[in-house]
């Protein structure tokens, strides 16, 4: 029996499986969902990578807050590496981001890929 689809939302702080790049197997891994709602309501959502600060700098990296918001137990960052995942796969929501790390991640997202704010941050 398949586990049934879940609908996330913008910022939502989820656990996926990430498959190891050197070997076989999977990690359980935070992700935040970037994808609005009008898309991830149709069974996907489009993910970044959350990691932690002991890893290789990326260009886009974002340090993000951790607290009971997020879910994280420890400093991280919002990496720039992103995917589409089926929402099936996702395990679990464990928080949100906050708005003033929301407000870094996209400033990121506008220097490094070719968004317009508003597409990002619709109005009201």
């Known amino acids: 029996m398949k ?8 910022w939502d702080i ?7 790049t050197e070997k076989l197997g999977e990690k359980r891994r935070p992700a935040l969902v970037i994808s609005q ?5 149709n ?13 290789i700098p ?7 807050q951790t607290g009971t918001s997020t879910g994280l137990p420890s400093a991280c960052l ?9 929402n099936r796969l996702i395990l679990k929501k464990i928080g949100t981001l906050s708005l003033s790390d929301r407000q870094k991640v996209a400033a990121s997202f506008y220097r490094y890929l070719p968004f317009e704010k508003e597409a990002m941050y619709p109005p009201p």
């Open 58 to 64: 990326w260009p886009g990296d974002t340090f993000i």
């Open 14 to 20: 989820v656990v996926v499986p990430f498959p190891f």
């Open 43 to 55: 069974g996907h959502a489009v993910l970044a990578m959350i990691t932690t600060r002991s890893h």
């Open 3 to 10: 586990k049934p689809s879940g609908i996330y939302e913008s």
């Open 78 to 86: 919002v990496r720039l590496k992103l995917f589409t995942l089926d």
């Open 37 to 41: 709602r009008l898309f991830n309501k």
